[in-house]
């Protein structure tokens, strides 16, 4: 199997860059008053950006 081009290392990289832009805001917010309340609003406002984020490391393994 062809692991494909070098240009397809870049995509874990952007969906990682692309994710914690769209958590921003939410990440401002837990670094300045950490509580389980912000953490759960983080988590279950954007359930892909998380998700993107904690599968960064696969993806970069597999894109390698």
């Known amino acids: 199997q062809g692991r494909g081009s070098r240009g397809d290392r ?3 990289l952007l969906l ?3 994710a914690l832009l769209d958590l921003r805001v939410e990440l401002r917010l837990l670094i300045d008053h950490v509580t389980l ?3 759960w609003f983080a988590l279950a406002s954007h359930p892909l ?3 993107v984020l904690v599968l ?3 993806l970069l393994r597999r894109y390698r």
């Open 37 to 39: 309340t912000s953490l």
């Open 10 to 12: 870049v995509i874990p």
């Open 56 to 58: 960064t490391p696969s």
């Open 49 to 51: 950006a998380v998700a």
């Open 16 to 18: 990682a860059l692309l």
